[in-house]
């Protein structure tokens, strides 16, 4: 019936605009739909049940069907959050790339000791999964917390779903990691979906706050609210101890047994040979120095690596220099500043540290004591080795917006000799060998380790505090060269390897803002424009805008408004804002630079021409298709004049008019115009594939059926050809053409004219093929209404005729 062929087209047109909203999106959109062998069952066919339950059956074993149906269960039992809301009404934006999620790190091979506490911490974290444990490890810097955490984790990792490693040095480290593995786990888009999470499951898991050392820093809220799971905390604050669940779950770490001291430094001292210690006078050389040490583990540690390092120093050698050196170090203990003085077995650690500087000088390398000054400001994990390589390399070419204070002037000179050198060749793009040779230096004495998961470096704290107190100049220009360091490593190119190192770059960028502000020192807009690019690439738009108008200001004020680096820096600022959703103040920042570079620059300048792309997409993206129309026609004549019509720029101006057309439903010439790009296109291109792909998208809204299917056809055997036929777009284009024929085929017939005698489509339901017949049951269509009208005529008599003779009888 009419009706319920209207239904049907009704009920595919919204099965099209859902398939179009979420179409960037995966595992959330799912359609089922029995279309094949059911058309000609009416609603009261109900001896044709059997056939019905047939033709559905054969449907569900489908293996496309049956996947979708088994995501589709999967999804509705999960309820995971998978959209935004608001994303909620409109088109669902892609899925973001995946958070990195940082692993617990493993602990030391030479982990020695504490079995007393490894046991203690299991039972108390790892006993009871339907009661939350709070465990708070809490002592001396340098003492073994997190070895003691990670080791605990080492043995008991299997009764945990879930183990969430945290830096919990600030809260927005903490924050950062929550809100990264809520987006990994499609929980949600706040740190606090991954508490609420955590307060909800079933699942057995495991939190660690690691490093919890501030004592402003209030970390109760991010401890899950719940009866389940297990809390791991290290600190240095005893007053963290108030945390633990039950009361009794909090375990000081002092120092180490006096007999698993020795054996540590002993397996340490021989850890680079194949010797073993098996003479008395050995271990009672390292019990003496142990003793000395105060057995802190951190110094243990060090002492070892240091006399490994040295063949031929012996412990009762290292001993012996220890004990000379310690009074003039105790002594320059009490010249440091106050916020420089941990506690009396910081002194025993500061000798230790400051016995390694002594070696350095002695062999002639300050190579790692430079080193160590760089990596004093920045943060005290996820440092890179692609952060001083790329900083060698964009340092040659790096030409800063404002001109270069006196300090960043120094600083550029000095990283430019100790990055790359002075006499270095033309094509070396920086000392690698001196790099990995001072970067070993530091790891052979373990005052930074490796941290093999991460492919990163990480150093203690306190080795930082130490390294501070030892730089020969001021605290200034050594956070300048730091600063200059991180600047330079970030540059715009746009490709996942450089944004995997970005995104590992916020945390020093952090530091380093913290830092200069305790110092009282301000950055350079120069830098702040470079650390605006991190947060623009962690999607963290407040931060990226206070730093944006920073660097604003003070190009307006040295530059002045109508500079190129002023004016780039207001587009900037407005992309910023696009992102943010004050589309409003971007479209009048956008229009404002479009009308100061047409004055200054020209029409067919560059720069010109990036600001009308910016304001046509802008347009188009708020459906204001007519301005966005007029401002793609106007680029795409300047780009066939100044760049020729077959150039990839002009090419990709023409797409998204092309696209423009489409949204305001202007069909024909986007078709049109998708088949001239692909005339243009050169054969070999990857964006044809995606060109026959949208040709047949407009094909298709054109109900163009055939036409569309042959296009998506010749774009499947493309992907073939190029990826094969297992690679997943490979697969992806055959599931397109799939889709697209249940569409075309579940559409049932346009109701439109006959296309050889102008006939309503009830006329051409009967003759499809034959236009003579069709002729001819027209002609019987017409002759039968219009004599039906002369029969009715014919009749009136009949009806009226006998009524009136009656009233002239009566009147006679």
């Not at 008599?797 to 009233?807: A, D, E, W, Y």
């Amino acid at each position: 019936s009419i009706a319920m062929r209207d239904m049907a087209i009704d009920s595919q047109r919204v099965a099209e605009e859902m398939t179009w909203r979420f179409q960037d999106t995966s595992r959330v959109y799912f359609r089922f739909n029995v279309d094949q062998g059911i058309q000609d069952i009416e609603a009261n066919d109900w001896e044709k049940l059997d056939n019905v339950n047939a033709h559905a059956q054969a449907y569900m074993k489908r293996f496309e069907v049956s996947r979708s149906m088994e995501w589709a269960v999967q999804a509705a039992h999960d309820r995971k959050a998978a959209l935004a809301v608001q994303y909620i009404d409109g088109r669902a934006h892609r899925t973001m790339e995946p958070p990195i999620i940082k692993r617990c790190p493993i602990p030391t091979p030479y982990y020695t000791g504490r079995a007393k506490e490894i046991e203690d911490i299991s039972a108390c974290i790892a006993s009871d999964p339907d009661q939350q444990q709070v465990c708070v490890i809490y002592g001396l810097g340098g003492s073994g917390k997190s070895q003691l955490a990670f080791k605990v984790i080492e043995k008991n990792h299997r009764r945990w779903d879930h183990i969430l490693y945290v830096d919990a040095a600030s809260s927005e480290m903490i924050e950062s990691t929550l809100r990264d593995f809520a987006r990994s786990k499609q929980l949600g888009a706040t740190y606090e979906s991954t508490l609420y999470w955590m307060q909800g499951t079933s699942d057995n898991w495991l939190l660690i706050l690691d490093g919890a050392d501030d004592p402003d820093l209030d970390i109760r809220p991010y401890i899950p609210s719940c009866y389940r799971g297990s809390v791991l905390i290290t600190t240095r604050l005893p007053n963290r101890a108030r945390l633990a669940r039950p009361p009794d779950s909090a375990y000081q770490i002092r120092t180490m047994d006096p007999k698993e001291a020795s054996k540590l430094l002993l397996r340490v001292a021989h850890s680079g040979t194949s010797s073993e210690y098996e003479t008395d006078t050995e271990e009672e050389d390292a019990a003496a120095l142990v003793l000395d040490f105060g057995y802190l583990a951190l110094a243990i540690v060090q002492a070892g690596a240091y006399i490994a390092h040295s063949s031929s120093i012996t412990i009762s050698d290292y001993h012996k220099q220890f004990q000379e050196k310690r009074r003039a170090m105790l002594e320059m203990y009490q010249t440091l500043p106050k916020a420089s003085k941990f506690d009396d077995y910081n002194a025993t650690v500061y000798t230790t540290w400051e016995m390694c500087r002594e070696l350095w000088r002695r062999h002639g390398k300050p190579a790692a004591q430079e080193l160590l000054w760089l990596i004093a400001f920045l943060h005290h994990s996820g440092i890179t080795r692609a952060m001083f390589q790329r900083a060698a390399i964009n340092l040659r070419d790096y030409t800063p917006a404002l001109r270069q204070t006196e300090k960043e002037q120094e600083a550029h000179a000095y990283l430019h000799r100790y990055l790359i050198g002075s006499g270095g060749s033309a094509g070396k793009q920086w000392a690698e060998s001196s790099f990995i040779e001072a970067i070993s230096e530091l790891a052979g004495y373990s005052l930074i380790e490796f941290d093999r998961r991460n492919m990163a470096y990480s150093v203690h704290i306190l080795v930082q505090d130490w390294a501070r107190t030892i730089i020969p100049h001021d605290c200034n220009t050594a956070l300048e060269r730091t600063t200059s360091l991180l600047a330079v490593s970030i540059d715009t190119k746009d490709d996942p390897e450089y944004r995997h190192h970005v995104i590992g770059l916020e945390l020093h960028v952090k530091k380093i803002l913290l830092d200069s502000e305790k110092l009282l020192q301000e950055v350079s807009a120069n830098h702040l424009a470079c650390f605006a690019n991190v947060f623009k690439a962690m999607r963290r738009w407040k931060d990226e805008e206070s730093l944006r108008l920073k660097v604003r200001d003070a190009r307006l004020e040295e530059l002045g408004p109508e500079d190129p680096a002023t004016l780039q820096c207001m587009v900037d600022l407005a992309h910023n804002y696009k992102n943010q959703g004050k589309i409003d103040i971007a479209e009048g920042m956008y229009t404002e630079v479009l009308e100061i570079r047409k004055r200054t620059r020209g029409e067919e300048h560059d720069d010109t021409l990036a600001s009308k792309k910016h304001l046509a997409s802008l347009y188009q993206a708020r459906d204001r298709f007519g301005e966005a129309e007029t401002l793609w026609v106007e680029i795409i004549n300047v780009c066939k004049v100044m760049k020729g019509g077959y150039s990839l720029e002009t090419l990709n101006c023409l797409g998204n008019l092309a696209d423009v057309y489409c949204g305001s439903k202007k069909l024909m010439e986007a078709e049109n115009l998708r088949q001239d790009i692909l005339d243009r296109l050169p054969h070999d291109h990857p964006e044809r594939i995606v060109c026959i792909q949208k040709l047949a998208k407009v094909l298709e809204l054109q109900r163009k059926w055939d036409a569309a299917e042959a296009q998506l056809i010749r774009s499947t055997e493309a992907l073939n050809i190029l990826w094969g036929e297992s690679h997943s777009n490979a697969i992806l284009g055959r599931q397109k053409l799939y889709e697209f024929r249940l569409r075309k085929f579940s559409v049932p017939p346009n109701r439109t004219q006959c296309a050889s005698c102008k006939l309503p489509a009830e006329v051409i339901r009967l003759c499809p093929y034959s236009k003579y017949l069709c002729g001819l049951l027209a002609g019987g269509f017409w002759s039968l209404l219009l004599s039906l009208a002369v029969l009715a005529i014919a009749c009136l008599p009949s009806f009226f005729g006998p009524s009136k003779n009656l009233g002239k009888l009566e009147e006679l």
